[in-house]
Each structure stands twice: as structure tokens, then as C-alpha cells.
């Protein structure tokens, strides 16, 4: 292995970017920037604790789930799952959030980064209510940067072609909870989880 140790390394390796890509990052909400939230079902967090190590996190709730408070502030909802909270415990730690905002179908992405903190309750919490569920918690962002990212990750991997899906070439969530997580279970009771009423029970 030949690694890389310093940025004059890096630079002579990958380059400079041009004054566009370099200058693209804005402080605030764009109404195109704001748009793009309106459409947007899905996004990933990312977190790291005091110590640097990192997390990402998806969440996901019907286009439009981030509520945008003014240019500067969003807040993304928290839904029932695991109940490990990985991600809340970094903020708790450390502010520091990157979020990376995909609509479907779209090959480029929507970035913000910002400070990060946790609400238990806000008059706009009725605001986040989805199927009956009004949520206990809220991430609470602060926007520092925003920015457009470029397609060529989501073109290279063919992400939204149907042709290039196959599901059925890894094992089901159940086989794997199974192997990994709940050997003690039957597999059968497993698929029963992950089965069809596993949709119904998001917001239970």
C-alpha cells in the first residue's frame, strides 16, 4: 500500500477543483435549495462523537418530511426504530452534522452542513406529524454550508436503473437478523417480521 500523507500530496494527485466547484458553497437556503427539501423523502446524517468516530444514519419519511424554519434552520423529524440512537448521542457530544438530501430518480444530491441540536418538544413538533405519529424528538439544524453535488457518483452506479437491481442476490433482512443478530429466533419468525405488516408498524 502507498499512502497518501499530506495535502500537497493529495493536491498533486487529484488537482485543484475549478473556481465554480470551489466557490459553489453558500450560508443559507436557496428557494432551490428549498424546493429540493419539499421533494425530498430521504437523507442521510452524519455524525461523529468527541472522539471522531463517525455514524451515518438514514431517515426518511414522505417528500417534504425536513421542516424549514427560516434560511438557516431546518429540523428532520426522528421516527420509532431501534432505539440506539447512535446519531443523538454524537450531537450530544459533538454539534458537527452533514446531511446529503436525494430525491429519487435525480442523480445529483443536496448538502448541508451545520450544528446539530436535539429537541424534545417545539410548537412546530404538530407540524412533523406523519400517520398519527407527532415525534418525541427532533434534530435541530443550523446551517453553515449548502450545496449542490454533482451526479457522476449516482451515474457510475447506475443507482436508479431497475435493470441493475437485484435484491435477490444478498440475503433477506430476516436471514441476515438471523446470522448476525438473533440467533437465539427461528428463522420463520423472522420472515413473519420482516414481512408484510413490517410496513404497517413504521410509526407504531
Known sequence: ????TSVAELRDLVGKPNDRAAHKIRPALHELDRQWLANSPFCLVATAD???RCDVSPKGDPAGF????DDTTIVIPDRP???RVDGFLNVLANPHVGLAYVVPGRNDTLRINGRARLLRD???????VVNGHRPALALLVEIEEV???C????????LWRAETWHPEAVSSRARICKTLEASDLSLEALEAHYGPRY???LYG
Open 50 to 52: 468527541a472522539e471522531g
Open 122 to 128: 417545539a410548537p412546530f413538533f404538530d407540524d412533523l
Open 81 to 83: 426504530g431501534n432505539k
Open 1 to 4: 500500500m502507498v499512502e497518501v
Open 147 to 149: 450545496f449542490h453535488h
Open 151 to 158: 451526479p457522476k457518483a449516482f451515474l457510475r452506479s447506475a
Open 199 to 201: 410496513a404497517e408498524r
Open 66 to 69: 425536513t421542516l424549514v424554519l
